[in-house]
């Protein structure tokens, strides 16, 4: 029995088919089924399926019955009311679209509410009746897996500040001079200096994302991160793991907390980007202009290092010891703010920011940066390792945990770090300073500790800061959970 003789079985398996379409309640899933056989070779044979108004995202998951060891090949396509959105020849994967990312041979875009077509080229089947099968997924959220590199928890490195040409991000010098900057040049960057992620952060945009995407197709060696700066006038941050691009409309409907409450909905890292710099004609909007309490809780991180640090000191992180000692709990990170690759005074990579993850995958650095066991450090490969944990009677902490107050038992794990010297730090004065005897030491101190204080290290050679700690709190929430 031919395709064109038993048709499509499409089901709708949640919620009723009968449903208007201004009352469906995403997400839901259509079910087509159906065979062919060799006379619908050289066919393309056309489904159509209803698509809800507020659908941000559909998947599509293709399936066929193979029989003997004759070649099968179909091909697939899909149109929507708008247009061919794309082809797969010989397809081999699940196809994916929303508005800023699309499986390779797709274009990303809205999906607009209408009737879309599925269109199945038969290009080669067996004898006899091949049967297949399609899956389609609608949701009003975009939240399709994305790529686990490495499914296994442990401390994994990267760059959280770069540019491509989707924005200012272009090459300096020689015969390349002006060219934009690739994002996979920007993965190669990353892979050379052995980093396992980076984070994309055009100015505002969010077209780079189709990059992200493709490069991450054929890349499995280093993670990339969809992120963007949002760029205003009044300061400058990070959102990363973004599945969506926030509105940019800034105001006084649209204060900056707004904007980067926006920014967060969607599960991303929201960090204040480079807050020490002058607001100037070099830069007008570098500097942090809005310092009150509920822009500051807003945020999740803040930068304490972006790009070579010149002094002995990181140039952010008085002001990160300023807003913890005033009672925020904020994420100290770093970033190359890479815009060429060809730059001697930046590298990919310089500074780090080394995040504890469940696994090697955007959603999981997101988490790890979000619950603060997150260290940092000046070089990308060869600078220092280190831990934080603090016990306090029954209770573990680990850099974003909290302690109760009382006596407490701090231990610090460093390597790669002999003949330099680590700095204990309570409430941002040091206590102690001991210097390290070789490449793997774990060493201790015992400390009082009053409900406000809060602990980190800081690493220095010859004076100047090599790798910093995040915190562990004293008191002010559940202990021993960094969980917010």
């Not at 009723?16 to 393309?44: H, K, M, N, Y």
């Not at 401390?155 to 060219?179: E, F, I, K, M, R």
């Not at 994302?209 to 205003?232: C, G, K, M, P, S």
């Not at 400058?236 to 800034?250: K, T, V, Y």
Request: a negative charge.
């Amino acid at each position: 029995m031919t395709l064109s003789a038993v048709g499509l079985a499409a089901t709708v398996l949640s919620p009723s088919a009968e449903a208007p379409a201004t009352s469906v309640r995403l997400p839901i899933e259509v079910a087509l089924a159906g065979s062919v056989t060799p006379a619908d070779r050289g066919r393309v044979v056309e489904r159509a399926f209803d698509v809800p108004p507020g659908t941000r995202q559909l998947d599509i998951a293709f399936e066929h019955g193979a029989i003997g060891e004759a070649p099968i090949q179909f091909d697939l396509g899909v149109r929507s009311p708008d247009g061919l959105r794309g082809w797969s020849e010989d397809h081999h994967h699940d196809i994916h679209i929303d508005d800023t990312s699309a499986s390779y041979g797709y274009l990303p875009g809205p999906i607009v509410a209408g009737t879309w077509t599925i269109l199945i080229g038969v290009a080669s089947v067996p004898p006899g009746s091949t049967p297949f099968s399609i899956h389609v997924r609608l949701s009003n959220v975009v939240d399709a897996p994305r790529r686990v590199l490495r499914n296994r928890a442990g401390w994994y490195a990267g760059d959280l500040h770069t540019h491509s040409g989707h924005s200012d991000g272009y090459h300096a010098g020689g015969n390349g001079a002006g060219v934009p900057v690739a994002v996979r040049e920007i993965a190669s960057a990353a892979l050379g200096e052995g980093l396992d992620f980076v984070a994309v952060s055009d100015h505002n945009t969010s077209s780079h994302w189709i990059d992200v995407d493709r490069v991450q197709a054929a890349n499995d060696r280093v993670l990339l991160l969809h992120a963007r700066e949002v760029t205003t006038y009044r300061g400058h941050f990070n959102a990363i793991g973004e599945r969506r691009a926030s509105d940019l409309g800034l105001g006084r409907d649209w204060p900056l907390r707004r904007l980067m409450t926006d920014a967060a909905r969607d599960g991303s890292f929201v960090s204040i980007n480079h807050p020490w710099l002058p607001d100037d004609e070099w830069c007008p909007g570098c500097g942090w202009t809005d310092g009150d309490r509920d822009t500051i809780a807003a945020a999740r991180g803040i930068e304490v290092a972006n790009g070579p640090i010149a002094g002995d000191d990181l140039p952010g992180w008085q002001r990160w010891a300023a807003l913890l000692n005033a009672g925020r709990r904020l994420v100290a990170v770093g970033g190359s703010d890479v815009h060429s690759l060809s730059d001697p005074m930046r590298r990919v990579g310089e500074p780090t920011t080394v995040v504890y993850a469940s696994s090697l995958s955007e959603d999981a650095i997101a988490s790890g940066l979000k619950r603060g066991r997150v260290y940092g450090r000046l070089a990308a490969a060869t600078g220092p390792e280190l831990d934080l944990e603090v016990r306090a009677g029954d209770v573990v902490a680990l850099m974003g945990d909290a302690v109760p107050p009382g006596r407490a038992h701090v231990v610090a794990r460093i390597g790669r770090a002999v003949g330099q010297r680590l700095d204990w730090i309570v409430s941002g004065r040091a206590v102690r300073t001991d210097t390290m005897t070789s490449n793997r030491q774990t060493l201790a101190i015992d400390l009082n500790l009053r409900s406000g204080d809060w602990i980190c290290l800081l690493v220095r050679h010859t004076g100047k800061v090599t790798a910093w700690s995040n915190a562990i709190y004293v008191g002010g929430r559940r202990f021993g959970d960094a969980a917010r």
